[in-house]
């Protein structure tokens, strides 16, 4: 049946009645009235908030109209918020940070990711080490190949949906991001960046490894830090952080950390609790009378005194100080040296607020600010004991306005999909997309682990085969697809943007009717035989960009 909006409801009105035709034409009347209407509603209602400020300037709170004016302002301000918060959208993230002591990984990290209480509803998780093994035989294999911490949290998380989005490494300092596949076209400009502070900035035993993004159109930059050790060092540690933030990452346009939207910092801060004894401090936590130390905290007190650390936020320390443990217990340091306890594992965030720039006098503000962040739970986990550290972790809401709502890219699968036959892949990108001749369409596992974990590809223009305004077809060769079938995705691969902007839904290949010939060579029965696959030597992996 043709839509209300459609000319073919005039070319096939004969199977309409007059009452019909007079309530479309009413109905397309309306619909102008309504469209002319909302096109200046914006400039008179800016225009009577106007008016309505300039009377609120003559009206004291002695006049009558008083309470009733600031009733109906109270009422127009809820509706309005009711209407703003329900575009806005909700981004869970869990935040680790962990000085895992040269340890390889536990067995388990279930409670750490809190895989059982927060499920599948996390959308983001953000895991900072430090002391990662670099003694430089385990250093260059990690080079060469992914460390083991990476391949254990990809092993981990990838079969839960998650990819690892990107990673950064400075000797023990290691970041890694993972996030669900649904919001991969929406995370772009990822840059990542490493700040040395060891040894007057030349060696990278200290420091902090950086990452940032956009996420639906909001920049985000996380901050893993390493600053140095001891009582005596705060100074040290502050001048350290402020030399890190005054870094710059590569690329035109893209702001400093501080100018971000929202900024976190964690890692081992090495802050320690100042003036009191170790017998005190112990009895403290003995007592979990956590807030008799907080004040003597390194980090609060110069929270109050630095004005570059102000306007950064911390959950409340409700839990043990985190260092310095004996190994696999949870008993405080036996040794000679007999550490006191501090809380030298944190994790803080800041949101920059957009009224730091005053509007101009008669001027209203375009928006109220566009993200908030609020923290669900900050603790330590007291159960994993490789190290003399215990994991912090914090999980956060991140509440905000999309202001990317379409992917670059959208692509599908065309078709049945089996090894017994080329298959095709159908894609679609916005106007304004920085096409390149090095893009390329990957084919994943739905269980992939991270942007070269691909069974095979496609170049978009070297592999096309048809082309129209709307939409453009690639194609895969039989040969190059898995002939023991499964689930899989395509994803959309942006050699200028150097990210993912587009996934398909996941899909099934068909098992292959063919049987395997046994007596080929290794390789030649499979996609591998591609000519400048980059697992079998080639050029491609640079082309790529990855």
């Known amino acids: 049946m043709a839509s209300l909006g459609s000319e073919d409801a005039f070319?096939?009105?004969?199977?309409?009645?007059?009452?019909?035709?007079e309530s479309l034409s009413s109905l397309r009347s309306r619909s102008a009235s309504i469209s002319s209407t909302s096109s200046s509603g914006r400039v008179q209602l800016r225009h009577r908030m106007a008016q309505l400020m300039a009377c609120v300037e003559d009206i004291s709170s002695d006049d009558e109209i008083h309470d009733e004016v600031s009733r109906t302002l109270d009422e127009a301000f809820l509706i309005w918020g009711k209407k703003l918060k329900d575009k806005w959208q909700e981004f869970r993230l869990h935040l680790v940070t962990w000085n895992v002591g040269t340890a390889s990984p536990p067995p388990d990290v279930t409670s750490l990711l809190q895989l059982n209480s927060l499920g599948s509803t996390t959308d983001m998780y953000v895991i900072g080490l430090q002391e990662v093994n670099s003694k430089i035989t385990n250093f260059l294999s990690d080079l060469a190949f992914d460390d083991p911490w990476s391949i254990f949290f990809m092993t981990v998380l990838s079969p839960l949906g998650y990819m690892k989005l990107s990673s950064v490494r400075m000797q023990g300092l290691l970041l890694l991001i993972f996030v669900k596949h649904v919001h991969l076209p929406f995370i772009r400009d990822i840059h990542t960046h490493y700040t040395r502070t060891g040894l007057y900035g030349y060696w990278g035993n200290k420091g902090g490894v950086s990452i940032r993004m956009s996420l639906f159109g909001h920049t985000i930059c996380f901050m893993n830090c390493h600053l140095p050790a001891h009582m005596e060092?705060?100074?040290q540690r502050l001048d350290d952080f402020e030399k890190i933030l005054e870094m710059q990452f590569e690329g035109e346009g893209i702001p400093s950390p501080l100018d971000h939207k929202v900024l976190f910092w964690f890692g081992d801060l090495n802050f320690r609790i100042a003036d009191y004894g170790i017998h005190f401090v112990r009895e403290s936590i003995n007592n979990r009378r956590f807030n008799l130390l907080w004040e003597k905290d390194q980090l609060n007190m110069a929270k109050k005194k630095e004005a570059f650390l102000k306007e950064f936020k911390e959950g409340p320390?409700?839990?043990?100080?985190?260092?310095?443990?004996?190994?696999?217990?949870?008993?405080?340091?036996?040794?000679?040296?007999?550490?006191k306890p501090a809380w030298t594992d944190r994790i803080l965030w800041k949101v920059k607020n957009i009224y730091e720039v005053a509007p101009k006098e008669g001027e209203f503000p375009e928006e109220e600010n566009s993200i908030s962040v609020s923290l669900s739970n900050y603790i330590s986990h007291m159960s994993y004991g490789i190290s003399d550290h215990k994991p912090v972790t914090g999980t956060f809401k991140l509440e905000m306005k999309p202001l990317v709502l379409d992917p670059l890219v959208t692509l599908n699968a065309e078709g049945e999909w089996s090894a017994e036959h080329d298959v095709l892949i159908r894609y679609s990108a916005g106007s304004e997309f920085p096409s390149s001749a090095w893009d390329w369409i990957g084919l994943f596992q739905v269980?992939?682990?991270?942007?070269?974990?691909?069974?095979?590809?496609?170049?978009?223009?070297?592999?096309?085969?048809?082309?129209?305004?709307?939409?453009?077809q690639v194609y895969m060769s039989a040969s190059e697809i898995p002939r023991m079938g499964g689930e899989f995705l395509?994803?959309?691969?942006?050699?200028?943007?150097?990210?993912?902007v587009g996934i398909s839904e996941p899909f099934q290949i068909q098992p292959s009717q063919t049987p395997i010939e046994k007596d080929l060579p290794e390789g030649e029965s499979s996609w591998l035989q591609k000519p400048d696959n980059p697992v079998s030597g080639g050029n491609s992996e640079k082309r790529k960009g990855i």
Do not use: M
Not at 13 to 19: K, M, R, W
């Open 11 to 21: 070319q096939h009105s004969e199977g309409l009645s007059l009452n019909d035709l």
């Open 233 to 235: 060092n705060t100074e």
């Open 490 to 500: 395509l994803c959309y691969y942006s050699n200028n943007l150097q990210s993912i």
């Open 447 to 472: 269980t992939f682990r991270h942007v070269k974990d691909y069974v095979t590809y496609a170049w978009v223009e070297d592999d096309e085969i048809s082309s129209n305004r709307d939409s453009k």
């Open 317 to 339: 320390l409700l839990f043990k100080p985190t260092y310095k443990f004996d190994l696999y217990s949870e008993v405080y340091d036996t040794s000679e040296k007999k550490r």
